[in-house]
Protein backbone atom coordinates (compact mmCIF):
# COMPACT_ATOMS: atom_id res chain seq x y z
CA UNK A 1 0.00 0.00 0.00
CA UNK A 2 1.44 3.73 -1.19
CA UNK A 3 2.15 6.34 1.38
CA UNK A 4 -1.42 8.39 -0.39
CA UNK A 5 -3.04 5.33 0.26
CA UNK A 6 -2.00 4.93 3.91
CA UNK A 7 -3.11 8.52 4.41
CA UNK A 8 -6.47 8.03 2.93
CA UNK A 9 -7.15 4.93 5.10
CA UNK A 10 -6.30 6.84 8.00
CA UNK A 11 -8.13 10.05 7.42
CA UNK A 12 -11.21 8.00 6.64
CA UNK A 13 -10.81 5.89 9.89
CA UNK A 14 -10.58 9.11 11.81
CA UNK A 15 -13.73 10.88 10.09
CA UNK A 16 -15.55 8.14 11.99
CA UNK A 17 -14.50 9.04 15.37
CA UNK A 18 -15.11 12.74 14.33
CA UNK A 19 -18.80 14.76 15.17
CA UNK A 20 -19.28 16.87 12.46
CA UNK A 21 -22.99 17.12 12.61
CA UNK A 22 -22.49 19.09 15.78
CA UNK A 23 -19.78 21.59 14.57
CA UNK A 24 -21.97 22.18 11.54
CA UNK A 25 -24.99 22.96 12.89
CA UNK A 26 -26.11 26.66 12.00
CA UNK A 27 -27.00 26.68 16.31
CA UNK A 28 -23.60 25.60 17.18
CA UNK A 29 -22.60 27.73 20.66
CA UNK A 30 -18.75 27.39 21.63
CA UNK A 31 -19.92 28.61 25.08
CA UNK A 32 -22.89 25.76 25.26
CA UNK A 33 -20.79 22.97 23.83
CA UNK A 34 -18.00 23.73 26.50
CA UNK A 35 -20.68 24.12 29.27
CA UNK A 36 -22.12 20.30 27.87
CA UNK A 37 -19.01 18.69 28.41
CA UNK A 38 -18.86 19.83 31.92
CA UNK A 39 -22.10 19.49 32.95
CA UNK A 40 -22.30 15.91 31.82
CA UNK A 41 -19.29 15.09 34.26
CA UNK A 42 -16.63 14.58 31.31
CA UNK A 43 -13.44 15.30 31.41
CA UNK A 44 -11.98 18.56 29.87
CA UNK A 45 -8.74 17.06 28.80
CA UNK A 46 -9.99 14.23 27.17
CA UNK A 47 -12.60 16.67 25.16
CA UNK A 48 -9.43 18.93 24.35
CA UNK A 49 -7.47 15.73 22.87
CA UNK A 50 -10.49 15.25 20.90
CA UNK A 51 -10.71 18.43 19.47
CA UNK A 52 -7.17 18.28 18.74
CA UNK A 53 -7.73 15.54 16.78
CA UNK A 54 -10.31 16.63 15.02
CA UNK A 55 -8.76 19.65 14.03
CA UNK A 56 -5.41 17.85 13.09
CA UNK A 57 -7.58 15.68 11.04
CA UNK A 58 -9.83 18.14 9.30
CA UNK A 59 -6.37 19.84 8.30
CA UNK A 60 -4.52 16.73 6.84
CA UNK A 61 -8.32 16.66 5.04
CA UNK A 62 -7.66 19.96 3.79
CA UNK A 63 -4.19 19.43 2.88
CA UNK A 64 -4.80 16.37 0.72
CA UNK A 65 -7.65 17.98 -1.17
CA UNK A 66 -5.37 20.90 -2.01
CA UNK A 67 -2.47 18.35 -2.87
CA UNK A 68 -4.87 16.55 -5.04
CA UNK A 69 -6.39 19.47 -6.75
CA UNK A 70 -3.23 21.49 -7.09
CA UNK A 71 -3.53 22.23 -10.51
CA UNK A 72 -7.39 22.83 -10.39
CA UNK A 73 -7.17 25.16 -7.60
CA UNK A 74 -4.55 27.26 -9.16
CA UNK A 75 -6.29 27.80 -12.43
CA UNK A 76 -9.32 29.39 -10.37
CA UNK A 77 -7.00 31.57 -8.44
CA UNK A 78 -5.61 33.10 -12.26
CA UNK A 79 -9.53 33.07 -13.31
CA UNK A 80 -10.20 34.69 -10.40
CA UNK A 81 -7.32 37.40 -10.47
CA UNK A 82 -7.88 37.76 -13.86
CA UNK A 83 -11.61 38.96 -13.16
CA UNK A 84 -10.53 41.25 -10.30
CA UNK A 85 -8.69 42.48 -12.95
CA UNK A 86 -11.40 43.25 -15.57
CA UNK A 87 -13.67 43.32 -12.52
CA UNK A 88 -11.58 47.13 -11.76
CA UNK A 89 -11.50 47.66 -15.34
CA UNK A 90 -15.13 47.34 -15.29
CA UNK A 91 -15.86 49.27 -12.24
CA UNK A 92 -13.69 52.27 -13.93
CA UNK A 93 -15.28 52.32 -16.79
CA UNK A 94 -18.40 52.69 -14.87
CA UNK A 95 -17.25 55.89 -12.91
CA UNK A 96 -16.10 56.91 -15.88
CA UNK A 97 -19.39 56.32 -17.48
CA UNK A 98 -21.35 58.42 -14.30
CA UNK A 99 -18.74 61.85 -14.90
CA UNK A 100 -19.53 61.50 -18.32
CA UNK A 101 -23.47 61.34 -17.14
CA UNK A 102 -23.18 64.07 -14.86
CA UNK A 103 -21.33 66.19 -17.38
CA UNK A 104 -24.10 65.36 -20.19
CA UNK A 105 -27.01 66.37 -17.23
CA UNK A 106 -25.07 69.47 -16.59
CA UNK A 107 -25.34 70.54 -20.22
CA UNK A 108 -29.41 69.58 -20.69
CA UNK A 109 -30.24 70.66 -16.98
CA UNK A 110 -29.07 74.34 -17.44
CA UNK A 111 -30.81 75.14 -21.22
CA UNK A 112 -33.69 73.16 -20.17
CA UNK A 113 -34.17 75.45 -17.12
CA UNK A 114 -33.78 78.71 -19.05
CA UNK A 115 -35.87 76.74 -21.84
CA UNK A 116 -38.76 76.38 -18.93
CA UNK A 117 -38.27 79.72 -17.66
CA UNK A 118 -38.34 81.68 -21.38
CA UNK A 119 -41.83 79.35 -21.67
CA UNK A 120 -43.39 80.35 -18.52
CA UNK A 121 -42.58 84.39 -19.26
CA UNK A 122 -44.20 83.28 -22.64
CA UNK A 123 -46.92 82.85 -21.35
CA UNK A 124 -47.31 85.44 -18.58
CA UNK A 125 -46.57 87.95 -21.20
CA UNK A 126 -49.72 86.01 -23.31
CA UNK A 127 -51.69 86.71 -20.33
CA UNK A 128 -50.61 90.22 -19.85
CA UNK A 129 -51.14 91.22 -23.49
CA UNK A 130 -54.71 89.37 -23.13
CA UNK A 131 -55.80 91.06 -20.16
CA UNK A 132 -54.11 94.39 -21.61
CA UNK A 133 -56.40 93.85 -24.78
CA UNK A 134 -59.69 93.25 -22.92
CA UNK A 135 -58.90 96.17 -20.98
CA UNK A 136 -58.34 98.54 -23.63
CA UNK A 137 -61.53 97.06 -25.23
CA UNK A 138 -63.33 97.96 -21.67
CA UNK A 139 -62.57 101.23 -21.72
CA UNK A 140 -63.27 101.69 -25.05
CA UNK A 141 -66.70 100.32 -24.76
CA UNK A 142 -67.41 102.46 -21.57
CA UNK A 143 -66.44 105.67 -23.24
CA UNK A 144 -68.95 104.58 -26.32
CA UNK A 145 -71.41 103.94 -23.85
CA UNK A 146 -70.83 107.61 -22.29
CA UNK A 147 -71.75 109.04 -25.68
CA UNK A 148 -74.90 105.91 -26.49
CA UNK A 149 -76.72 107.09 -23.26
CA UNK A 150 -79.74 108.79 -23.51
CA UNK A 151 -79.15 109.15 -27.64
CA UNK A 152 -79.65 105.10 -28.39
CA UNK A 153 -80.61 103.32 -26.16
CA UNK A 154 -80.63 99.96 -28.01
CA UNK A 155 -77.20 100.70 -28.78
CA UNK A 156 -75.99 101.42 -25.49
CA UNK A 157 -77.92 97.68 -24.39
CA UNK A 158 -75.63 95.79 -27.00
CA UNK A 159 -72.29 97.63 -24.98
CA UNK A 160 -73.29 97.14 -21.89
CA UNK A 161 -74.16 93.62 -22.69
CA UNK A 162 -70.46 93.03 -24.18
CA UNK A 163 -69.22 95.25 -21.35
CA UNK A 164 -70.71 92.52 -18.76
CA UNK A 165 -69.55 89.78 -21.11
CA UNK A 166 -65.80 91.05 -20.94
CA UNK A 167 -66.27 91.23 -17.38
CA UNK A 168 -67.31 87.83 -17.13
CA UNK A 169 -64.72 86.15 -18.93
CA UNK A 170 -61.60 88.53 -17.16
CA UNK A 171 -60.18 88.87 -14.20
CA UNK A 172 -60.26 92.53 -13.65
CA UNK A 173 -60.40 92.24 -9.92
CA UNK A 174 -58.23 95.12 -8.10
CA UNK A 175 -57.67 97.11 -11.20
CA UNK A 176 -58.39 100.45 -10.43
CA UNK A 177 -59.43 101.58 -13.77
CA UNK A 178 -62.00 98.57 -14.27
CA UNK A 179 -63.15 99.46 -10.40
CA UNK A 180 -63.66 103.25 -10.80
CA UNK A 181 -65.79 102.72 -13.85
CA UNK A 182 -67.96 100.28 -11.42
CA UNK A 183 -70.68 102.11 -10.26
CA UNK A 184 -71.35 104.36 -13.71
CA UNK A 185 -71.93 101.02 -15.17
CA UNK A 186 -74.88 99.79 -12.50
CA UNK A 187 -76.47 103.08 -13.18
CA UNK A 188 -76.07 103.12 -16.57
CA UNK A 189 -77.83 99.51 -16.37
CA UNK A 190 -80.15 100.67 -14.46
CA UNK A 191 -81.42 103.01 -16.18
CA UNK A 192 -81.56 101.36 -19.93
CA UNK A 193 -83.13 98.66 -17.59
CA UNK A 194 -86.10 101.31 -16.09
CA UNK A 195 -86.19 102.79 -19.80
CA UNK A 196 -86.58 99.22 -21.17
CA UNK A 197 -89.48 98.11 -19.23
CA UNK A 198 -91.07 101.51 -19.19
CA UNK A 199 -91.32 101.49 -23.24
CA UNK A 200 -92.44 97.90 -23.86
CA UNK A 201 -95.07 98.35 -20.39
CA UNK A 202 -95.87 101.57 -22.73
CA UNK A 203 -96.20 100.25 -25.71
CA UNK A 204 -98.32 97.21 -24.39
CA UNK A 205 -101.06 98.93 -22.37
CA UNK A 206 -101.30 102.17 -25.30
CA UNK A 207 -101.05 99.51 -28.14
CA UNK A 208 -98.23 101.40 -29.45
CA UNK A 209 -96.37 99.14 -31.64
CA UNK A 210 -93.18 101.47 -32.08
CA UNK A 211 -92.68 101.64 -28.56
CA UNK A 212 -93.10 97.85 -28.01
CA UNK A 213 -91.17 97.40 -30.45
CA UNK A 214 -88.05 99.46 -29.30
CA UNK A 215 -88.38 97.99 -25.87
CA UNK A 216 -88.04 94.92 -27.02
CA UNK A 217 -85.09 95.27 -29.18
CA UNK A 218 -83.14 96.58 -25.95
CA UNK A 219 -83.65 94.20 -23.90
CA UNK A 220 -82.94 91.72 -26.88
CA UNK A 221 -79.34 93.06 -26.91
CA UNK A 222 -79.53 93.05 -23.12
CA UNK A 223 -80.18 89.40 -22.92
CA UNK A 224 -83.15 89.95 -21.26
CA UNK A 225 -85.89 89.81 -23.34
CA UNK A 226 -87.40 86.18 -23.01
CA UNK A 227 -87.35 86.64 -19.10
CA UNK A 228 -89.17 90.69 -18.83
CA UNK A 229 -91.59 89.39 -21.26
CA UNK A 230 -92.55 86.34 -19.21
CA UNK A 231 -92.49 88.56 -16.28
CA UNK A 232 -94.68 90.65 -18.25
CA UNK A 233 -97.30 88.38 -18.92
CA UNK A 234 -97.30 86.88 -15.02
CA UNK A 235 -97.85 90.77 -14.03
CA UNK A 236 -100.92 91.02 -16.39
CA UNK A 237 -102.20 87.51 -15.50
CA UNK A 238 -101.49 88.48 -11.78
CA UNK A 239 -103.24 92.15 -12.01
CA UNK A 240 -106.40 90.12 -13.74
CA UNK A 241 -106.84 87.64 -11.10
CA UNK A 242 -106.46 90.06 -8.52
CA UNK A 243 -109.60 92.05 -10.55
CA UNK A 244 -111.34 88.68 -10.51
CA UNK A 245 -111.33 88.29 -6.74
CA UNK A 246 -112.46 91.88 -6.33
CA UNK A 247 -115.29 91.77 -8.75
CA UNK A 248 -116.89 88.89 -6.81
CA UNK A 249 -115.44 89.64 -3.52
CA UNK A 250 -118.74 89.79 -1.04
CA UNK A 251 -116.62 91.24 1.57
CA UNK A 252 -115.76 94.38 -0.33
CA UNK A 253 -118.86 94.50 -1.95
CA UNK A 254 -120.62 95.08 1.64
CA UNK A 255 -118.28 97.74 2.08
CA UNK A 256 -119.25 99.46 -1.19
CA UNK A 257 -122.82 99.08 -0.73
CA UNK A 258 -122.59 100.23 2.96
CA UNK A 259 -120.60 103.58 1.95
CA UNK A 260 -123.20 104.13 -1.26
CA UNK A 261 -126.16 103.38 0.75
CA UNK A 262 -128.04 107.09 2.45
CA UNK A 263 -129.80 104.63 5.15
CA UNK A 264 -128.53 102.00 7.95
CA UNK A 265 -126.06 99.45 6.60
CA UNK A 266 -128.31 96.34 7.52
CA UNK A 267 -126.42 93.10 6.42
CA UNK A 268 -126.18 89.36 7.54
CA UNK A 269 -122.64 88.01 9.43
CA UNK A 270 -121.69 86.09 6.21
CA UNK A 271 -121.72 89.07 3.56
CA UNK A 272 -125.22 87.69 2.18
CA UNK A 273 -127.78 91.38 1.40
CA UNK A 274 -130.91 91.11 2.93
CA UNK A 275 -134.03 90.52 1.34
CA UNK A 276 -134.79 94.24 1.04
CA UNK A 277 -131.49 94.97 -1.02
CA UNK A 278 -130.67 92.17 -3.03
CA UNK A 279 -131.54 93.93 -6.39
CA UNK A 280 -128.80 96.61 -5.12
CA UNK A 281 -126.35 94.42 -4.68
CA UNK A 282 -126.94 92.53 -8.05
CA UNK A 283 -126.39 95.68 -9.97
CA UNK A 284 -123.33 96.30 -8.43
CA UNK A 285 -122.29 92.94 -8.93
CA UNK A 286 -123.17 92.70 -13.10
CA UNK A 287 -121.57 96.70 -12.64
CA UNK A 288 -118.22 95.15 -11.52
CA UNK A 289 -118.53 92.20 -14.14
CA UNK A 290 -119.09 94.69 -16.90
CA UNK A 291 -115.66 96.28 -15.56
CA UNK A 292 -113.52 93.25 -15.05
CA UNK A 293 -115.00 91.64 -18.92
CA UNK A 294 -113.66 95.02 -20.33
CA UNK A 295 -110.17 94.55 -18.04
CA UNK A 296 -109.50 91.02 -19.38
CA UNK A 297 -110.56 92.01 -22.96
CA UNK A 298 -108.07 94.91 -23.00
CA UNK A 299 -105.51 92.28 -21.72
CA UNK A 300 -106.22 89.96 -23.94
CA UNK A 301 -106.34 92.75 -26.87
CA UNK A 302 -102.41 93.49 -25.68
CA UNK A 303 -100.76 90.13 -25.40
CA UNK A 304 -102.36 89.76 -28.91
CA UNK A 305 -100.43 92.83 -30.16
CA UNK A 306 -97.54 91.77 -28.35
CA UNK A 307 -97.35 88.32 -29.92
CA UNK A 308 -97.76 90.18 -32.92
CA UNK A 309 -94.35 92.40 -32.57
CA UNK A 310 -92.37 89.53 -31.05
CA UNK A 311 -93.28 87.77 -34.43
CA UNK A 312 -92.19 90.89 -36.60
CA UNK A 313 -89.12 91.09 -34.71
CA UNK A 314 -86.43 89.07 -35.85
CA UNK A 315 -82.87 88.20 -35.01
CA UNK A 316 -80.45 90.27 -37.70
CA UNK A 317 -77.89 87.36 -37.34
CA UNK A 318 -80.11 84.10 -37.32
CA UNK A 319 -83.59 85.15 -38.48
CA UNK A 320 -84.88 83.97 -35.69
CA UNK A 321 -88.27 85.47 -34.41
CA UNK A 322 -88.43 86.63 -31.02
CA UNK A 323 -91.98 85.30 -30.30
CA UNK A 324 -89.57 81.89 -30.59
CA UNK A 325 -87.31 82.79 -28.27
CA UNK A 326 -89.95 83.70 -25.97
CA UNK A 327 -92.26 80.53 -26.47
CA UNK A 328 -88.79 78.28 -25.74
CA UNK A 329 -88.63 79.99 -22.32
CA UNK A 330 -92.34 79.52 -21.46
CA UNK A 331 -92.35 75.67 -23.17
CA UNK A 332 -95.60 77.36 -25.24
CA UNK A 333 -96.49 77.29 -28.91
CA UNK A 334 -98.73 80.36 -28.15
CA UNK A 335 -98.30 83.11 -26.63
CA UNK A 336 -102.02 84.13 -26.63
CA UNK A 337 -103.26 80.80 -26.23
CA UNK A 338 -101.03 80.04 -23.15
CA UNK A 339 -102.53 83.75 -21.71
CA UNK A 340 -105.79 83.02 -22.50
CA UNK A 341 -105.89 79.93 -20.95
CA UNK A 342 -104.21 80.96 -17.72
CA UNK A 343 -107.22 83.79 -17.95
CA UNK A 344 -110.02 80.84 -18.06
CA UNK A 345 -108.65 79.11 -15.77
CA UNK A 346 -108.48 81.39 -12.88
CA UNK A 347 -111.85 82.90 -13.82
CA UNK A 348 -113.51 79.98 -13.39
CA UNK A 349 -111.51 78.92 -10.65
CA UNK A 350 -112.52 81.98 -8.63
CA UNK A 351 -115.89 81.89 -9.90
CA UNK A 352 -116.54 78.20 -8.14
CA UNK A 353 -114.90 79.37 -4.92
CA UNK A 354 -117.26 82.16 -4.80
CA UNK A 355 -119.93 81.13 -5.45
CA UNK A 356 -119.38 78.13 -3.24
CA UNK A 357 -119.37 80.75 -0.68
CA UNK A 358 -122.07 83.09 -1.74
CA UNK A 359 -125.37 81.87 -2.32
CA UNK A 360 -126.40 85.12 -3.20
CA UNK A 361 -124.10 85.36 -6.04
CA UNK A 362 -124.34 81.35 -7.17
CA UNK A 363 -128.00 82.51 -6.97
CA UNK A 364 -127.46 85.74 -9.44
CA UNK A 365 -125.32 83.99 -12.07
CA UNK A 366 -127.57 81.08 -12.35
CA UNK A 367 -130.76 83.32 -12.19
CA UNK A 368 -129.12 86.47 -14.59
CA UNK A 369 -127.11 83.98 -16.53
CA UNK A 370 -128.27 85.60 -19.51
CA UNK A 371 -126.37 88.94 -18.28
CA UNK A 372 -122.82 86.87 -17.82
CA UNK A 373 -123.68 85.11 -21.36
CA UNK A 374 -123.65 88.74 -22.67
CA UNK A 375 -121.12 90.12 -21.01
CA UNK A 376 -119.09 87.06 -21.95
CA UNK A 377 -119.83 87.55 -25.75
CA UNK A 378 -118.94 90.95 -25.79
CA UNK A 379 -115.64 90.52 -24.34
CA UNK A 380 -115.31 87.79 -27.17
CA UNK A 381 -116.42 90.05 -29.86
CA UNK A 382 -114.45 92.71 -28.78
CA UNK A 383 -111.13 90.82 -29.01
CA UNK A 384 -112.46 89.11 -32.59
CA UNK A 385 -112.89 92.69 -33.67
CA UNK A 386 -109.55 93.83 -32.59
CA UNK A 387 -108.37 90.16 -34.58
CA UNK A 388 -110.15 91.15 -37.79
CA UNK A 389 -112.36 88.39 -37.24
CA UNK A 390 -116.10 87.67 -37.14
CA UNK A 391 -117.21 86.76 -33.73
CA UNK A 392 -118.82 83.48 -35.68
CA UNK A 393 -114.91 82.61 -37.05
CA UNK A 394 -113.48 83.23 -33.92
CA UNK A 395 -115.96 81.66 -31.44
CA UNK A 396 -114.51 78.56 -32.95
CA UNK A 397 -110.92 79.00 -31.57
CA UNK A 398 -109.63 77.12 -28.92
CA UNK A 399 -108.76 80.45 -26.80
CA UNK A 400 -113.03 81.07 -26.96
CA UNK A 401 -114.03 77.57 -26.07
CA UNK A 402 -112.32 77.59 -23.21
CA UNK A 403 -113.18 81.07 -21.89
CA UNK A 404 -116.79 79.54 -23.10
CA UNK A 405 -116.34 76.77 -20.45
CA UNK A 406 -115.33 78.69 -17.61
CA UNK A 407 -119.01 79.98 -16.83
CA UNK A 408 -120.50 76.63 -18.34
CA UNK A 409 -121.64 75.05 -14.71
CA UNK A 410 -124.02 78.42 -14.42
CA UNK A 411 -125.45 77.44 -17.81
CA UNK A 412 -126.52 73.92 -16.88
CA UNK A 413 -127.54 75.47 -13.71
CA UNK A 414 -129.64 78.07 -15.36
CA UNK A 415 -131.09 75.55 -17.50
CA UNK A 416 -132.09 72.83 -14.86
CA UNK A 417 -133.37 75.73 -12.86
CA UNK A 418 -135.20 76.66 -16.22
CA UNK A 419 -136.51 73.07 -16.26
CA UNK A 420 -138.02 72.84 -12.87
CA UNK A 421 -139.77 75.85 -13.37
CA UNK A 422 -141.47 74.67 -16.79
CA UNK A 423 -142.08 71.29 -14.62
CA UNK A 424 -143.79 72.59 -11.65
CA UNK A 425 -145.70 75.50 -13.81
CA UNK A 426 -147.03 72.67 -16.08
CA UNK A 427 -148.12 70.65 -13.13
CA UNK A 428 -149.99 73.94 -11.78
CA UNK A 429 -151.59 73.46 -14.95
CA UNK A 430 -152.96 69.91 -14.30
CA UNK A 431 -153.58 71.00 -10.72
CA UNK A 432 -156.27 73.69 -12.28
Known amino acids: MTTSSNTAFALQEADNYIDYETFLSDNFDAN ?11 DAATALSKLAFSITSIDKQIQNEIASNYDT ?39 YQQLNNYTIQLEHLHQTADLLRRLHRFVVLVRRLENQLGRDMAAAALTISEIGTISQESDFDEIDIVTQEQAFLEKAQTQ ?60 SLQ ?16 NEPTFGNQSQWQQAIWKRMETLFRSMADGCIQIYALEKVLEIKKDSFLQVSYLEEVLKTMDATSLAS ?24 RNT ?15 LSQVAVHNGVSLSEFSQSP ?16 AKSSRTANNVAVAGNHAK
Not at 209 to 214: G, I, L, T
Request: hydrophobic residues 40%; charged residues 25%.
Open 192 to 251: IEVEATTLLREGVTQQNQSKMAAGLQILYNMKQMETQVQALVTRMLDDLAAEIRHAIDMS
Open 338 to 361: RFWRMLAMTFEKELREATKTSGFL
Open 399 to 414: ECIIMQRSISIFDRAA
Open 365 to 379: FVTEYGKLHRLLQEF
Open 32 to 42: KYADSIIHDGG
Open 73 to 111: LLGQVRGIRELEIVLSTVQSNIIELKTSLNRLAGKIRDP
Open 255 to 270: KQMRVSSSGPAVRRVN
